[in-house]
């Protein structure tokens, strides 16, 4: 691969613009919608914990009104002398529960028991009421020490809903008298009416996470087995969560509020941030193939020329000339290439022409020493004949002839004195 | 040139890279972070304070029962809850990935049909429990007993010509009558014909025919249509558990309850600590709790189910009855011969009847 995009110009152009496009459109993009998520998630969690906060407030407010109200009762005289054995009025004790349970009677009912049975209630109808008593509720109560307990209900629960109890020993001596608050799941969501966007879910639970009411998308279930699957895993409450869970405690009276609300950007609008990025990808790659065979071309062509130009000065035509209308450095590197070419010609020029002139100055010389050589001959000829015919005195006249000419052409610029003397006697 | 464009590309997704995680954390919130962690750590469940237990009782028996051991122990119990069989099944899929510390509800024949499923645990509380359906090997321990009875609509039939022993119910007169539910969907109703077969000394492939003769055709799909369908007059007589006969009678309905003249059995249903228990200690002290006097007392009270306790005592309602010595291993080892006699006379039914009129009760299960 890598010696395949070595190979051409063109495809390491393609290669880096497709790397650095992809490597800013893919983490760009990523970046681009986590960093929206986290922004919109961070804001929606802000409205999400305002609104948790309004919820526990409400439902803190109806704990505290009946805090108040089992503290009123456990002071009041006629109520607790009743249940000490004391001879009283039940109009005067009832009188004085409904007094005491008038801020709370429109979501709560205010029962008395006494060695387990209902022996005063605020709820419809004079039906007898039990509640064991060394179990759940009112053995608490009685461990409590007078203070507050807030428990489920032992009869008529399910594992959605169950009346909050909240307990309150008033006598210990005989039967212990007990006053209770009985808040139904009904009446919690009634209180809560209105807190809720349609989408989310609540749950108002003791500190094992079992519900007393469950309303709204909490009612799947399916937040409240995966809060335990966690805590019993050791992980974090809201660990593979799809939705928004917010748990708050009730103070330290052992009942916990969780809040659950939709994500903030569903997965699809998730998905569809990443579709945009996988199309930006492929439009990048289209982009990155087209402007890579531009720029390829916009660099390769004057290259080409220059290495053509350079194919054809290596063979010999020194007439070489690039022609580039560009005033970059392609521009300048053809024009330099010209100058190069142009002075180097006349270089090549200027020295033919002076190997021209040697050559010439050199037959001059050899046709001057042509004549000479001829006169010898001439002279030598005379010199032989002049012997054949016996006149010896032509004869050395020639030979002394000849002697001295040829000392007259000597190529030699100096010569020693005896040929000097040679040549005078000549 | 591509290795300088590596070089860069490498330095540039560096800087991209730790620019996303100082940047991304950051986002998210850590004020929320440390919410979530404070809660999660307040409220995790160390291993040690967990119990997984597989119950085939109603969710309102189980439930008050689990919430109360959770609050007293703080120990938090993780539910699985449907039919015997079905949690029997689940139980021993779970026991074999150590998944399961408790099997709580089935009849105690179930346990001792399936004794590989669990291991022996000797309650602290042994030495109040009645002897007479003691596990002896501590397999198992029982939870509650749960006598069979009679019961008969008040207005329909007197007192006095009520079945009052279970050879009665061959009498012609009760002959389309009787209330009882279909063998395949009732572990009662498989009871119930163990019984018979015990307490009159007959033969299972006496009894059953000639039981199924009785009911002529007329079978109640489940047991609890049985109180319903005895209250309304579609059937006179009929019989069930003491403690779905004393609940009809609490919840209003037109039935009185008789408890058999010539014996009854009262076969508990049990609880037990599962092979490969996880948290083997915590279901110990399950176990305890439940045949706990506080427990016994309050499921007396509640769901009208007799202790197993001999220091519990019996609430009003449950009356004295003449008890006989039920052999489980006998009504476990005739299980098959019980099923496969029922299934015989009822397609003989269903043959003999064929193009006949159906009964009006279209809630039967037509055989």
């Known amino acids: ?426 | 040139m591509i290795k300088t464009m590596n070089n860069f590309l490498r330095k540039s997704l560096m800087v991209l890279f730790v620019t996303a995680m100082i940047l991304l954390p950051g986002c998210t919130g850590r004020e929320r972070t440390e919410a979530v962690k404070a809660i999660s750590d307040a409220y995790r469940v160390p291993d040690d304070k967990q119990l997984i237990v597989y119950t085939s009782h109603k969710e309102e028996v189980y439930l008050p029962i689990i919430r109360e051991f959770e609050n007293r122990t703080g120990i938090w119990v993780e539910i699985h809850a449907g039919g015997t069989t079905e949690m029997f099944d689940e139980v021993r899929k779970a026991s074999a990935e150590g998944a399961c510390d408790i099997m709580f509800g089935g009849g105690i024949e179930s346990f001792e049909a399936q004794k590989d499923l669990f291991m022996p645990y000797e309650t602290s509380e042994k030495a109040n429990l009645d002897k007479e359906y003691l596990s002896s090997d501590n397999i198992w321990t029982p939870f509650t007993e749960l006598p069979l009875v009679f019961i008969y609509n008040k207005k329909l039939v007197s007192e006095a010509e009520a079945p009052k022993t279970w050879s009665d119910f061959f009498d012609e007169k009760w002959k389309g009558q009787i209330a009882f539910a279909d063998l395949h969907n009732s572990g009662t109703s498989y009871t119930i014909l163990s019984t018979i077969s015990q307490v009159l000394g007959v033969s299972v492939n006496t009894c059953v025919p000639a039981f199924l003769s009785q009911l002529d055709n007329r079978i109640l799909s489940s047991s609890k249509q049985i109180i319903p369908f005895v209250s309304n007059g579609n059937y006179t007589v009929g019989i069930t558990l003491e403690e779905t006969a004393l609940k009809g009678i609490r919840a209003g309905y037109d039935i009185a309850m008789i408890y058999p003249e010539d014996g009854t059995s009262k076969v508990p249903d049990g609880c037990a600590m599962v092979v490969n228990a996880p948290h083997s200690y915590n279901a110990g002290l399950f176990i305890d709790f439940v045949v706990g006097a506080d427990t016994q007392k309050y499921a007396m009270d509640e769901f009208c189910r007799r202790p197993v306790r001999n220091d519990t005592e019996a609430a009003e309602g449950f009356g004295e009855f003449k008890s006989f010595n039920f052999d489980i291993k006998k009504s476990a080892k005739d299980e098959s011969l019980i099923f496969e006699l029922w299934d015989d006379g009822a397609a003989a039914a269903d043959s003999g009847n064929s193009g006949s009129e159906r009964r009006p009760d279209n809630k039967e299960v037509p055989r």
């Open chain 1, 1 to 426: 691969m890598k010696g395949f995009v070595k190979q051409s110009f063109r495809r390491q152009i393609f290669f880096i613009f497709l790397v650095v496009t992809l490597v800013l459109v893919i983490c760009g993009g990523i970046l681009t919608v986590q960093g929206f998520e986290a922004r919109l998630k961070a804001d929606h969690e802000q409205q999400d914990e305002e609104r948790e906060t309004l919820i526990s407030e409400r439902i803190r407010h109806m704990l505290e009104l009946s805090e108040d109200t089992l503290k009123t009762i456990a002071e009041n005289d006629t109520v607790v002398s009743s249940l000490e054995g004391g001879r009283a009025n039940s109009l005067v004790v009832y009188s004085a529960l409904y007094e005491a349970s008038a801020g709370i009677r429109d979501f709560a009912t205010v029962d008395v028991y006494s060695g387990g049975f209902r022996k005063y209630s605020t709820g419809l109808g004079e039906k007898a009421g039990y509640l064991p008593e060394e179990y759940a509720v009112l053995r608490e109560a009685k461990m409590a020490d007078g203070g507050i307990v807030y428990a489920m209900d032992p009869a008529n629960t399910t594992s959605d809903s169950s009346d909050l109890l909240l307990a309150k020993q008033i006598t210990e001596s005989g039967n212990a008298g007990i006053a209770v608050v009985r808040i139904s799941s009904a009446a919690i969501e009634g209180q809560l009416s209105g807190a809720f966007n349609a989408n989310d879910g609540y749950l108002l639970t003791n500190r094992f996470f079992r519900p007393f009411c469950t309303i709204g998308t909490a009612k799947d279930n399916t937040a409240l087995t995966l809060i335990k699957k966690n805590l019993f895993s050791g992980k974090a409450y809201n660990y593979g969560a799809e939705n928004n869970i917010y748990i708050s405690e009730l103070e330290d009276r052992g009942l916990l509020c969780v809040y659950i609300t939709p994500p903030v950007l569903e997965k699809s609008a998730a998905r569809s941030g990443y579709k945009i990025i996988f199309i930006q990808v492929i439009i990048s790659i289209i982009v990155c193939l087209i402007a890579a065979s531009r720029m390829s071309t916009f660099f390769s062509k004057p290259i080409n020329t220059l290495s053509s130009a350079m194919r054809r000065f290596r063979k010999g035509d020194f007439d070489t000339k690039i022609d580039l209308d560009r005033d970059d450095e392609f521009g300048q590197l053809a024009t330099g290439f010209n100058k190069m070419t142009g002075q180097l010609k006349n270089t090549m020029e200027e020295q033919v022409r002076a190997e021209r002139r040697v050559n010439e100055a050199r037959i001059e010389m050899m046709q001057a020493q042509l004549n000479p050589h001829f006169l010898y001959n001439t002279l030598d000829t005379i010199k032989w004949v002049a012997k054949a015919n016996q006149v010896p005195e032509i004869a050395t006249l020639s030979s002394s002839l000849a002697a001295v000419l040829r000392t007259g052409i000597s190529g030699d610029a100096f010569c020693p004195v005896s040929r000097e003397i040679e040549t005078v006697r000549n």
